[in-house]
C-alpha cells in the first residue's frame, strides 16, 4: 500500500525489477504549508549488491502571504500614519503644523518600507529554496538513473555469469571452452567478480577426471577416450587463464592490466596437468591431496598466505626453486615421484613436511626457514641435498630415512635442532656446518640446543658430529 498523499502530490515509480523502490514528489502545496519531498525504500545499487543512500533534508518553504493580510497591513500602517499627523496636529497648534504632517509621513513611510524589507527578504528566500529543491531534484533524478543504469548493468553482468556456466556444463568441448573464455573476459572487465569467478574454475578442475593413456583399439571405447583428449584441452585452457592472470609482470610495483591481485586458489583434491604458477602472486593456495600430472613449476611463486599441500601426489618433476611461502605451509604426507627442487626457497612461516616421501633426488640448496620446519619422518629415496640453508628456527629431523646420501654443508642451524634416530643409509656430509653447541640432554637442556641421539650412520659419523652422537 502506498502512502496517502495530499493534493497537487504525484508518485513516479522507479524501474520494476530493482531495489529503487518508489519516490513521491509535492508538485504544489497548500497555502498554510508546503512539506517537503518523501522518499519510500530509496536505494542505490551496485552491480552486486545494495547500498542504502538516503537524500538530504529540504529546508521547509515559507508559505506565501495571502492577498487579504497584505491589504491589512497596508491599510494598518496608512491608518497609524494618519492618526499620528492628525494628533501631532491638534496635539500643539501653535506648533508648525508643516513639521507635524512631514514627522507623520516619516513614520509611515518608515513602516512601509520596513514592510516592503520584509515581503522582499520572503520573496528571496523562496526564491533560494526553491532552487535547492531544484538542485535536490536534479540531483534524485541523475541518481536514479545512475542506479537504473547500474541495476540493467547488474542484470547484464548475471545474464552473462549464468550463460557462461551452462556453458561449462556442456558435453561439448568447444561450447565448454566458449563458457572459459567468456568467464575471463567477465572477470577481467569486473574487479569485483574476479573471486567468484576463479573459483568457478577451480571448481570446474575440481571435478573428477581420468588422464587419457594410449588410444584403444577398440573402436566403441575411441570415442570415449576422444572425450577425454578433448577434456584435457578444456582443462589445461582453465589451467593457463588462472596462470595468465595471476602473474603481475616484470615490475610488481606497476603490474600489468591482466593482473588479479589478492587471488585464493582452492584446488583440492584436483587433477592438475603440467600445472604452472611459475612466477605468480596468490593469497592463499589449497592443494591438499591433488593430483599433479607431469612437470610442476612453482619457480618463484609467491603465495602471502597460508598453503596447504598435504597429501598432495607429484609424478613428475616438482619446481619451487625461488618461491616463496609468507604463511604456514603444509607438504605433510605429500609424494614426490620425480626430483624435487626447493632450490632458494623460502619460508617466512611453518613449514611442516613430515611423513612426506621423496623418490627422486630433494634439492633444498639456499633454502631460507625463519620459523619451525619439521621433516620428522621424512623418507629420502636418493640424494637430499641441503647446502647452504639456513633455518632460523627449530629444526625437526628425527626420524629421517636418508636412503641416498644426505648434505648439509655449510648449513646454519640457528635455533633447535633435531636429528633423533635418524637414519643415514649412505654417507652424511656436514662440512662446515653451524650447529648450536649445547647437547640435548633432556627437557631441561636450555635452547638453542642439538639432538643426534639413536642416529644411526651406516657409513661413519662425520666429525664435525662426534661430540653430539659419541656416548649417545
Given at each position: ?11 513516479q ?10 519516490v ?6 497548500r497555502r498554510?504549508?508546503?512539506?517537503p519531498?518523501?522518499?519510500?525504500n ?15 533534508d529540504?529546508p521547509?518553504l515559507?508559505?506565501?502571504?495571502p ?9 494598518a500602517?496608512?491608518?497609524?500614519t ?11 497648534p501653535s506648533?508648525a503644523?508643516?513639521?507635524a504632517?512631514?514627522?507623520g ?21 523562496s526564491?533560494?529554496?526553491a532552487?535547492?529543491q ?9 541518481e ?5 543504469q ?12 549464468t ?21 575471463e ?24 577426471y ?11 571405447k ?5 572425450g ?17 592472470h595471476?602473474?603481475?609482470g616484470d ?15 582452492d584446488?583440492?583434491n584436483a ?14 593456495a ?6 599433479f ?6 619457480d ?18 616438482a619446481?619451487?626453486?625461488g618461491?616463496?611461502f609468507?604463511g604456514t ?50 623418507r ?15 629444526a ?32 652424511a656430509e656436514?662440512?662446515?656446518?653451524a ?15 642439538t639432538d ?8 661413519g ?5 662426534e ?5 649417545a
Amino acid at each position: 500500500m502506498y502512502p496517502r498523499l495530499s493534493r497537487g502530490c504525484r508518485m513516479q515509480a522507479t524501474p520494476t525489477g530493482t531495489a529503487l523502490g518508489s519516490v513521491v514528489y509535492c508538485t504544489a502545496a497548500r497555502r498554510t504549508s508546503t512539506p517537503p519531498p518523501i522518499v519510500i525504500n530509496r536505494r542505490k545499487l551496485n552491480p552486486f549488491g545494495c547500498d542504502d543512500h538516503h537524500v538530504p533534508d529540504t529546508p521547509p518553504l515559507i508559505a506565501p502571504l495571502p492577498r487579504k493580510l497584505i491589504a491589512w497591513v497596508a491599510t494598518a500602517i496608512a491608518a497609524a500614519t494618519a492618526g499620528v499627523v492628525v494628533w501631532l496636529w491638534l496635539a500643539d497648534p501653535s506648533q508648525a503644523r508643516l513639521d507635524a504632517l512631514r514627522t507623520g509621513l516619516s513614520i509611515g513611510l518608515g513602516g512601509g518600507g520596513l514592510f516592503a524589507l520584509y515581503l522582499a527578504w520572503r520573496r528571496q528566500h523562496s526564491t533560494e529554496i526553491a532552487l535547492v529543491q531544484k538542485q535536490q531534484d536534479q540531483e534524485l533524478q541523475r541518481e536514479t538513473a545512475l542506479a537504473t543504469q547500474h541495476d540493467a548493468e547488474a542484470r547484464r553482468v548475471t545474464d552473462l555469469y549464468t550463460k557462461a556456466v551452462e556453458q561449462l556444463g556442456s558435453d561439448k568441448a568447444p561450447v565448454r571452452l566458449g563458457g572459459l573464455y567468456a568467464l575471463e573476459r567477465l572477470a577481467q572487465d569486473h574487479v569485483e567478480q574476479r573471486q567468484t569467478i576463479v573459483n568457478v574454475l577451480c571448481a570446474y578442475l575440481r571435478m573428477p577426471y581420468t588422464v587419457p593413456g594410449d588410444p584403444p583399439e577398440d573402436e566403441e571405447k575411441l570415442a570415449g577416450h576422444r572425450g577425454l583428449l578433448q577434456e584435457r584441452e578444456v582443462r589445461l585452457t582453465a589451467q593457463r587463464i588462472l596462470r595468465n592472470h595471476l602473474v603481475p609482470g616484470d615490475d610488481p610495483d606497476t603490474p600489468l592490466p591482466t593482473f588479479w591481485r589478492d587471488i585464493d586458489l582452492d584446488l583440492t583434491n584436483a587433477t592438475l596437468i603440467s600445472f604452472g604458477l611459475a612466477g605468480c602472486r596468490i593469497r592463499t593456495a589449497r592443494f591438499s591431496d591433488a593430483t599433479f600430472i607431469g612437470t610442476t613449476r612453482f619457480d618463484d611463486a609467491m603465495i602471502a598466505g597460508t598453503a596447504h599441500l598435504s597429501r598432495a601426489t607429484f609424478t613428475g618433476i616438482a619446481r619451487f626453486s625461488g618461491a616463496g611461502f609468507g604463511g604456514t605451509t603444509w607438504f605433510n604426507d605429500a609424494s614426490f615421484a620425480g626430483a624435487a627442487r626447493f632450490n632458494g626457497v623460502g619460508f617466512a612461516g611453518p613449514a611442516w613436511f613430515g611423513g612426506a616421501r621423496f623418490a627422486g633426488p630433494a634439492w633444498f640448496d639456499e633454502a631460507r626457514v625463519t620459523a619451525t620446519v619439521s621433516f620428522a619422518v621424512t623418507r629420502f629415496a636418493t640424494i637430499a641435498r641441503f647446502d647452504g640453508a639456513t633455518f632460523t628456527g627449530i629444526a625437526w629431523f628425527g626420524e629421517v630415512g636418508f636412503a641416498g646420501a644426505a648434505l648439509f654443508n655449510g648449513v646454519r642451524f640457528r635455533g633447535d635442532v633435531d636429528f633423533g634416530k635418524a637414519y643415514f643409509a649412505e654417507h652424511a656430509e656436514f662440512d662446515r656446518v653451524a650447529l648450536p653447541r649445547a647437547r640435548r640432554v633432556d627437557s631441561s637442556t636450555p635452547s638453542p640446543w642439538t639432538d643426534f641421539g639413536g642416529a644411526r650412520f651406516e657409513h661413519g659419523v662425520p666429525s664435525e658430529l662426534e661430540s653430539y652422537v659419541s656416548g649417545a
